[in-house]
Nanobody, 121 residues
Framework: QLQLVESGGGLVQPGGSLRLSCAAT????????MKWYRQRPGKERELVAR????????AYVPSVKGRFTIDRDDAKKTVSLQMDRLNTEDTAVYYC??????????????WGQGTQVTVSS
C-alpha cells in the first residue's frame, strides 16, 4: 500500500528544536525527490526543503536556511526534517511529499497526511 506517514510534530517553545520524520511504503523511494511543505494558518502551502534522489542536492526556502536540515535514508525509506531555533512563524502543518517526473504521465506526487508543529511559549 502506497503511503507517506509523518511523525514528530508537537508543541515547542521558541528557540527549541523538533525533528520530523516521514516513512514511505509502496513505491520505489530512492527514485523520488523528497520535499517538506508547510501550511501556516491563513496561508498557502509552501515548499520548505527538498532533497534530490541520491541525496546529493538540498535546497531550502530562505526563511529556514541555516535552521532546518533535510536528510534521507534510502535504505529505511525515510526522510527527516531537523528544525532548530524554531520561532512562532514556523507554526504550521508540515507535509511530506514524494515527487518524480515520469514519461509520459508527467509529475507524480504522493503526500502524507501532515503533522502539526506549534511554536509557542
Amino acid at each position: 500500500q502506497l503511503q507517506l506517514v509523518e511523525s514528530g510534530g508537537g508543541l515547542v517553545q521558541p528557540g527549541g528544536s523538533l525533528r520530523l520524520s516521514c516513512a514511505a511504503t509502496g513505491f520505489d523511494f530512492s527514485l523520488y525527490e523528497m520535499k517538506w511543505y508547510r501550511q501556516r494558518p491563513g496561508k498557502e502551502r509552501e515548499l520548505v526543503a527538498r532533497i534530490k534522489s541520491g541525496g546529493g542536492i538540498r535546497a531550502y526556502v530562505p526563511s529556514v536556511k541555516g535552521r532546518f536540515t533535510i536528510d534521507r535514508d534510502d535504505a529505511k525509506k525515510t526522510v527527516s526534517l531537523q528544525m532548530d531555533r524554531l520561532n512562532t512563524e514556523d507554526t504550521a502543518v508540515y507535509y511530506c511529499n514524494a515527487n518524480r517526473y515520469q514519461e509520459p504521465i508527467g509529475d507524480v506526487d504522493y503526500w502524507g497526511q501532515g503533522t502539526q508543529v506549534t511554536v509557542s511559549s
